[in-house]
T-cell receptor, first 114, second 112 residues
Framework: KAGVTQTPRYLIKTRGQQVTLSCSPI?????VSWYQQTPGQGLQFLFEYFSETQRNKGNFPGRFSGRQFSNSRSEMNVSTLELGDSALYLC?????????????FGPGTRLTVL | QKEVEQNSGPLSVPEGAIASLNCTYSDRVSQSFFWYRQYSGKSPELIMS????GDKEDGRFTAQLNKASQYVSLLIRDSQPSDSATYLCAVNRAGGYQKVTFGIGTKLQVIP
C-alpha cells in the first residue's frame, strides 16, 4: 500500500506571495492533519480534515487555510507569506478521526520564504 | 507549562545498552499516546502507540504508560547506532477529532 504523498517536496517563495501544498493520504484513510515543523517550535498542529470538513484547528492565523476533497486528498494554502513561515510542512493521514487513530506522515514540503 | 514535555537531549548511550526516553503531559483527559522516530531531514515515523496503563512491547521497543502520573516512556533495548534519531512523544486528547500535541523531541545518540 502506498504511503502518504506530498507535493511539491521543496518550494522557494518570496514574502507576500501565496502557496498551495498538496497531500494524498494512504488509500482508505479519511482523515488528514497538517503540521508545521520548525527547529524552535517543533511540530505544531495546523488543522485536521475529515470527510471534507475541518474538524479541528490549531493556533495559527487565518492566512493558513485548507480543504479536503471527496477523494480525501487535501490542500493547504498560505497567503501573504512571511519569513517566519519558512518550515517543513507535514501532513499525516489516519483511517478515521478521533483519539485512537494512528497517524502516518508524508515526506513533507520544505518551504523557504525569502 | 508545556502540554507535552520532553528533555531535548542529546541522550548518549553505548551500543547494546538500554535507552530510556521520557515524556510527561499536562492534559488529564489525554487518551492515546504515540512515539515517533525522526531521522535528520526525514519525516516522523510511527514506532509505538499505547492507550492503557502498563507496558506494551514490540521487538526491541517497550512503551510504558502511567496515566495517574501523566507519564509515558519508551525503552529501546540493545540500542544500535541506527537508532540514533530524534524521538517524538505525541499525545491525543479525548474527543471525536484529532488534536495531537507533540513534544519537542529527544535526540538519541547511540555510540558504537
Amino acid at each position: 500500500k502506498a504511503g502518504v504523498t506530498q507535493t511539491p517536496r521543496y518550494l522557494i517563495k518570496t514574502r507576500g506571495q501565496q502557496v498551495t501544498l498538496s497531500c494524498s493520504p494512504i488509500s482508505g484513510h479519511r482523515s488528514v492533519s497538517w503540521y508545521q515543523q520548525t527547529p524552535g517550535q517543533g511540530l505544531q498542529f495546523l488543522f485536521e480534515y475529515f470527510s471534507e470538513t475541518q474538524r479541528n484547528k490549531g493556533n495559527f492565523p487565518g492566512r493558513f487555510s485548507g480543504r479536503q476533497f471527496s477523494n480525501s486528498r487535501s490542500e493547504m494554502n498560505v497567503s501573504t507569506l512571511e519569513l517566519g513561515d519558512s518550515a517543513l510542512y507535514l501532513c499525516a493521514s489516519s483511517l478515521g478521526s478521533g483519539s485512537y487513530n494512528e497517524q502516518f506522515f508524508g515526506p513533507g514540503t520544505r518551504l523557504t520564504v525569502l | 507549562q508545556k502540554e507535552v514535555e520532553q528533555n531535548s537531549g542529546p541522550l548518549s548511550v553505548p551500543e547494546g545498552a538500554i535507552a530510556s526516553l521520557n515524556c510527561t503531559y499536562s492534559d488529564r483527559v489525554s487518551q492515546s499516546f504515540f512515539w515517533y522516530r525522526q531521522y535528520s531531514g526525514k519525516s516522523p515515523e510511527l514506532i509505538m502507540s499505547i492507550y492503557s496503563n502498563g507496558d506494551k512491547e514490540d521487538g526491541r521497543f517497550t512503551a510504558q504508560l502511567n496515566k495517574a502520573s501523566q507519564y509515558v516512556s519508551l525503552l529501546i533495548r540493545d540500542s544500535q547506532p541506527s537508532d540514533s534519531a530524534t524521538y517524538l512523544c505525541a499525545v491525543n486528547r479525548a474527543g471525536g477529532y484529532q488534536k495531537v500535541t507533540f513534544g519537542i523531541g529527544t535526540k538519541l545518540q547511540v555510540i558504537p
